[in-house]
């Protein structure tokens, strides 16, 4: 099951919009060529003026530091809670897909895991994954938290160490969390970055210049996906996510980082929808924080989770919540490939 909007008609995967103005008769059926559409010649009593636009389509890969704001952009810029968001940095494990589409462009999403110097396995997954997004992007948003006040250093460098190459990307610099600034500190920054953009994912302000200026860079090209889908994503996918969000906020110091989240069960032919959801953990005592006293925490996890994810898939559901331990996930490739993370290869990186 592909996620898709919900309560909206719908739109063609490409147009190609024709305008034709006349002062007299009903026009003859256009001749279509390719994605073009051309009208024949008119007589002189006629007055035709013609139109033709061209739709732009293509990946979009929003990049940044841990905590820069990138799932909370991203959900902002698609209207719908998809990524994970939570003050406790690396909380985006795998790229997250969002499409965005309006009559005549159609941006495909990457929310990317932070960029870091990975330390195990899991965190080797993560780079592997924000690396390959940027590499495929038509176009780049390097997010910087402007809170911070950080230089913003070269993206590829942050990614591939020094020395790196460059990406094929178009890169626009994006400092994000201006609405925790002062106005002076704002003036400032806006002086010294001027061809970036300034933005709060949190109240929105400058994201419609964003979008404006993400689909200017965008290639010319039909749609590349049905235009009432949200992501390429299964069903699935944000559901675990919805999960391990709602651990997340219950959790506190290493646990949360310690979880992983498992669907064993998806079951959409009755009502209420039946999920079975495994949350792993990598040691007993971390299994007994989670289930909490009687049973308190994880019943907590679960009904905060419900209400996440019944407004996603469009009824009730029965969510069937589990605690297991998987020893030493986050470092044993075997188990890694188990819970759905891509190892890089060695070899290419």
């Not at 030493?328 to 070899?347: A, H, I, K």
């Given at each position: 099951?592909?996620?898709?909007?919900?309560?909206?008609?719908?739109?063609?995967?490409?147009?190609?919009?024709?305008?034709?103005?006349?002062?007299?008769?009903?026009?003859?059926?256009?001749?279509?060529?390719?994605?073009?559409?051309?009208?024949?010649?008119?007589?002189?009593?006629?007055?035709?003026?013609?139109?033709?636009?061209?739709?732009?389509?293509?990946f979009v890969t929003?990049?940044?530091?841990?905590?820069?704001?990138?799932?909370?952009?991203?959900?902002?810029?698609?209207?719908?809670?998809?990524?994970?968001?939570?003050?406790?940095?690396?909380?985006?494990?795998?790229?997250?897909?969002?499409?965005?589409?309006?009559?005549?462009?159609?941006?495909?999403?990457?929310?990317?895991?932070?960029?870091?110097?990975?330390?195990?396995?899991?965190?080797?997954?993560?780079?592997?994954?924000?690396?390959?997004?940027?590499?495929?992007?038509?176009?780049?948003?390097?997010?910087?938290?402007?809170?911070?006040?950080?230089?913003?250093?070269?993206?590829?460098?942050?990614?591939?160490?020094?020395?790196?190459?460059?990406?094929?990307?178009?890169?626009?610099?994006?400092?994000?969390?201006?609405?925790?600034?002062?106005?002076?500190?704002?003036?400032?920054?806006?002086?010294?970055?001027?061809?970036?953009?300034?933005?709060?994912?949190?109240?929105?302000?400058?994201?419609?210049?964003?979008?404006?200026?993400?689909?200017?860079?965008?290639?010319?090209?039909?749609?590349?996906?049905?235009?009432?889908?949200?992501?390429?994503?299964?069903?699935?996918?944000?559901?675990?996510?919805m999960v391990r969000?709602?651990?997340?906020?219950?959790?506190?110091?290493?646990?949360?980082?310690?979880?992983?989240?498992?669907?064993?069960?998806?079951?959409?032919?009755?009502?209420?929808?039946?999920?079975?959801?495994?949350?792993?953990?990598?040691?007993?005592?971390?299994?007994?924080?989670?289930?909490?006293?009687?049973?308190?925490?994880?019943?907590?996890?679960?009904?905060?989770?419900?209400?996440?994810?019944?407004?996603?898939?469009?009824?009730?559901?029965?969510?069937?919540?589990?605690?297991?331990?998987?020893?030493?996930?986050?470092?044993?490739?075997?188990?890694?490939?188990?819970?759905?993370?891509?190892?890089?290869?060695?070899?290419?990186?």
């Amino acid at each position: 099951m592909v996620l898709r909007l919900r309560d909206r008609g719908r739109v063609g995967r490409r147009r190609h919009l024709l305008v034709l103005l006349r002062t007299a008769h009903k026009t003859p059926a256009p001749q279509r060529l390719g994605f073009c559409a051309f009208y024949p010649v008119f007589p002189d009593h006629l007055t035709t003026r013609l139109l033709l636009m061209t739709t732009r389509a293509g990946f979009v890969t929003v990049a940044g530091r841990p905590n820069a704001g990138k799932s909370t952009l991203l959900n902002r810029l698609v209207g719908q809670h998809l990524a994970i968001t939570s003050p406790k940095p690396q909380s985006t494990r795998d790229r997250v897909v969002g499409i965005i589409s309006d009559d005549d462009s159609q941006i495909i999403l990457f929310d990317t895991p932070g960029l870091l110097e990975p330390r195990y396995e899991l965190q080797r997954s993560m780079h592997g994954a924000a690396r390959k997004a940027l590499e495929e992007a038509d176009v780049i948003v390097h997010l910087i938290d402007a809170s911070e006040g950080l230089q913003p250093e070269h993206l590829a460098t942050a990614v591939n160490g020094n020395g790196a190459r460059d990406f094929r990307a178009p890169i626009i610099l994006v400092f994000n969390k201006v609405d925790a600034l002062t106005p002076e500190r704002l003036t400032a920054l806006r002086v010294e970055f001027p061809e970036a953009a300034m933005i709060s994912a949190k109240t929105g302000e400058g994201i419609k210049f964003l979008l404006k200026t993400v689909r200017k860079m965008l290639p010319e090209s039909p749609f590349l996906y049905d235009a009432e889908d949200v992501s390429t994503q299964q069903m699935r996918f944000f559901v675990a996510e919805m999960v391990r969000e709602c651990a997340l906020e219950q959790l506190d110091d290493e646990v949360p980082y310690s979880v992983a989240c498992e669907i064993e069960e998806f079951r959409e032919t009755g009502t209420p929808v039946y999920i079975r959801a495994v949350l792993h953990v990598e040691r007993d005592s971390q299994k007994q924080i989670l289930i909490g006293a009687g049973g308190a925490r994880i019943k907590a996890i679960g009904k905060d989770a419900r209400r996440k994810i019944e407004p996603l898939v469009g009824g009730p559901v029965y969510l069937d919540l589990w605690v297991k331990v998987l020893s030493n996930w986050r470092r044993n490739p075997n188990s890694l490939r188990r819970l759905g993370y891509d190892l890089p290869d060695e070899r290419k990186s």
